[in-house]
């Protein structure tokens, strides 16, 4: 039986189930490159573009349910696909960012300066309580089992849209496809306000597209 790189199995008519992890527009603490993990930080102008930009390009892939996280800067981008779909979307606080204490208004060169050892540590996939905060798995552990609740409630062939933040996303996306939590940091960052798309397959989840809609653009966000 074949299947195609959008996860469609010919002879079927049977495409699957689909997943789009889609990061948040842009925030004044991205640009700072400023770690905000669970502090709450409004969209900049360029992020509110950037959430309408990529909204259009979501709802032409017809999603049947959106979920976010409550943070403002994940609830507006969004509130711009609901806007699109006549879609409500459900928000929930496990879908927010890595909470990391200490770390969390620090610059990356603070961070750096004051805390080295751990940040070199956690780049090395050791499990890390960055700025006294959360484990990443701790964060897959609240985080992937929402996705997947939601998903279970889709239709054979439906998607759902998850509107979070590159670390939280990056963390799902490695605990769903079963990696091994020292491998996640190979999942590359997302741009702002772009996606990842997981197909289901025979064999569980897979990773169709990551950073999909990358716009000419650096990578600024916790997970870096």
């Known amino acids: 039986m074949a299947v195609s790189t959008s996860g469609e199995v010919f002879g079927s008519g049977r495409r699957g189930r689909r997943i789009i992890l889609w990061r ?20 900049t102008e360029t992020g509110v573009a950037q959430a309408r930009r990529a909204a259009r390009l979501l709802a032409g892939l017809k999603p049947d349910a959106i979920i976010a996280s409550d943070l403002k800067r994940a ?7 609901a806007a699109l779909t006549g ?26 300066a004051r805390h080295g050892d751990e940040y070199t540590a956690w780049k090395r996939g050791e499990p890390v309580r960055r700025g006294g905060g959360e484990l990443e798995t701790e964060v897959a552990d609240r985080a992937a089992p929402v996705v997947l609740r939601h998903t279970e409630k889709l239709p054979d062939d439906g998607t759902l849209v998850v509107v979070s933040h590159g670390g939280t996303i990056r963390t799902t996306i490695g605990r769903l496809l079963g990696l091994d939590p020292r491998n996640w ?12 798309v997981l197909g289901e397959g025979a064999r569980g989840w897979r990773l169709l597209e990551h950073n999909a809609g990358t716009l000419p653009e650096p990578v600024l966000g916790d997970d870096d």
Do not use: K, M
């Not at 700072?32 to 993990?37: K, L, N, P, S, V």
């Not at 609830?75 to 696909?81: G, I, K, Q, R, S």
């Not at 940091?185 to 990842?196: F, V």
């Open 24 to 43: 948040h527009g842009q925030t004044s603490w991205n640009v700072e490159r400023r770690f905000q993990g669970s502090t709450d930080v409004e969209l």
């Open 75 to 81: 609830a507006h981008t969004a509130a711009e696909l």
């Open 87 to 112: 879609l409500e979307p459900v928000h929930d606080e496990a879908l927010r960012e890595t909470y990391a204490g200490v770390w969390q208004g620090l610059t990356h060169d603070e961070i750096i």
């Open 185 to 196: 940091e190979g999942l590359g960052g997302l741009t702002n306000c772009c996606w990842s």
